[in-house]
């Protein structure tokens, strides 16, 4: 059976814990929340023991998934079982292990799938035997007319009361970004104090959201967003920002994404270059989307095409070349990251 988010955590509060889940989709709050749910839930019902077991290069080691689920526990009664699919794909092999773990599925055993990825293509046989004996859980995108019914449902999940003005006033604030939404309606859960929130009353608590600071800048290049990521940038130039100001995060997460794709074409350990880079979970579905879209040499050109942009901006750019070109040269570089069709906007 296919849920949303929303109503599985409905389900896991009144029904006992499931052999399987899916858990996939393009919103990563929704699919991180969703998983979280079936954690929480898992720890309430008894389950002690937790195991991981994500893509190492470029798969992951199901003979080794598929003798955790025949083995004895060793402190526990019962065990979740996670594996972590960025691409929510897997593969011919990793079909058959979930598929025959759901034809039986071990009593102490039970496994949660988590993908950031979702379509048609993606089902099959095996997200089948998982809906046939749990759930099938996909977190799509909040769509522009269904943030602010999204909005007031996590509002009133907090036990704050807002009118429609206030909503409405909120969500325009947030600019679709579900992350900034969650944040502020935690911090009125606790400004709140139990008064119903009017437009004016939520202007006063609520910071601007929807403020186009550089790390959303990055996180829309990131995840294949190169009109939002224009919009973003020329926020920022509205709002007085400097190029050189920007310079350094956008170098350090293109030097980022260029160690992260070395390590994927010399077909080492992803995940564990996630972790030494300290890149959060809520963060890798962007860059591996990004790493999807562009070869290792072509990080390499970001990073050195982000060195010409803060030279322009600082002024040390090309003979006569005029400083404010930087804007220019930056959103060039900021759509070729997003698009990969777009690599011939970058300088020669």
């Not at 139990?194 to 600071?213: H, K, S, Y």
């Not at 990521?229 to 100001?245: H, I, T």
Request: with cysteine.
């Amino acid at each position: 059976m296919e849920l949303t988010p929303e109503r599985l955590v409905a389900q896991l509060e009144r029904e006992p814990l499931r052999p399987a889940y899916l858990v996939a989709g393009p919103e990563p709050l929704r699919v991180l929340e969703a998983a979280d749910a079936v954690r929480v839930a898992a720890r309430a019902q008894g389950v002690a023991e937790r195991e991981v077991f994500e893509q190492e290069g470029r798969d992951v080691d199901w003979n080794a998934l598929e003798a955790t689920f025949r083995a004895p526990s060793l402190f526990a009664s019962r065990r979740l079982v996670e594996v972590r699919l960025p691409t929510t794909k897997p593969g011919k092999e990793g079909a058959q292990v979930i598929a025959g773990f759901c034809a039986d599925p071990p009593a102490d055993v039970t496994l949660l799938v988590t993908g950031g990825e979702w379509s048609r293509q993606h089902g099959g046989k095996w997200s089948e035997a998982i809906a046939s004996v749990g759930h099938v859980v996909v977190a799509w995108q909040v769509k522009p007319h269904e943030l602010e019914g999204w909005i007031e449902a996590r509002l009133r999940s907090r036990k704050v009361l807002a009118d429609r003005a206030a909503v409405q006033q909120l969500a325009e604030r947030v600019d679709g970004n579900l992350l900034a939404a969650a944040q502020e309606v935690d911090k009125l859960a606790l400004l709140a104090e139990g008064q119903t929130l009017d437009a004016e009353r939520m202007q006063a608590l609520v910071a601007d959201a929807a403020r186009f600071d550089v790390f959303r800048l990055l996180d829309a290049a990131m995840n294949g967003q190169a009109a939002q990521a224009v919009r973003m940038l020329a926020g920022l130039r509205a709002e007085g920002e400097a190029v050189p100001a920007l310079m350094g995060m956008v170098v350090m997460e293109l030097a980022r994404a260029a160690s992260l794709a070395q390590v994927q074409a010399r077909g080492g350990n992803v995940a564990a270059e996630f972790k030494a880079q300290r890149i959060w979970d809520a963060r890798q579905a962007g860059y591996r989307r990004a790493l999807q879209r562009h070869p290792a040499p072509r990080w390499e050109r970001f990073v050195a095409e982000a060195g010409r942009v803060d030279r322009i901006a600082k002024g040390r750019g090309r003979w006569g070349q005029d400083p404010t070109d930087a804007w220019l040269a930056l959103e060039r570089l900021l759509v070729a990251v997003a698009d990969a069709r777009a690599g011939a906007l970058l300088a020669a």
